[in-house]
């Protein structure tokens, strides 16, 4: 029990820093132009993409192959052992939390773009009926695209992301 409380206490921390950078970067990006604002949307949007796939192949590789590139000693191989152990806290932490605050700001600053949208002399309906469903159709569908490429391509995903953790390990 004091794990999972252990855990969830930090979520909530992390949630919460990544939040606050996340928002404070895109409250000052708000101050741009609307090209870098589009840019920087689909950016978050995409980073969001990127840990939905990272999630979803942690949860479906299997730890085999692994073992076997860790016993030739090939460099990141333990990293991935280490991440497939704890495929749901990585699955958790690359799709809720990374995800979900990459989907909130996102939203933040499609806001900002309606905003400058409606400056310009759009109907502020039309606006954000089409800021959003940018927003919405560019997520779903590349969470949707990328999940399907992460379950196939999963031992590839999960060593890319083990052989990086290796290179910032101690």
Known sequence: MKDKTKWIITIFILSFVLSAIFSGLS???SNFNVVLLTFIMILVIGIGILFD????????AKEA??????????????ACIKLLKNS???SSVCNDVV????G???????ASLS?????????????????????????VGGKAYFKTIAMKN?????????FICSIFEK
């Open 154 to 162: 999963c031992d590839k995903i999960v060593f890319s992301v083990g």
């Open 53 to 60: 796939m990272i999630g979803v192949a942690t949860l479906t």
């Open 65 to 78: 192959p692994f073992h076997a590139m860790n016993s030739k000693k090939r460099k990141g191989a333990k």
């Open 88 to 90: 749901s806290k990585v």
């Open 104 to 110: 909130i700001v996102s939203g933040t600053l499609g």
């Open 99 to 102: 995800g979900d605050i990459c």
């Open 27 to 29: 409250s000052y990006l």
């Open 115 to 139: 905003l400058f949208l409606i400056s310009l002399g759009m109907n502020p309906i039309f606006a954000t009926i089409l800021v959003t469903s940018f927003i919405s159709a560019l997520t």
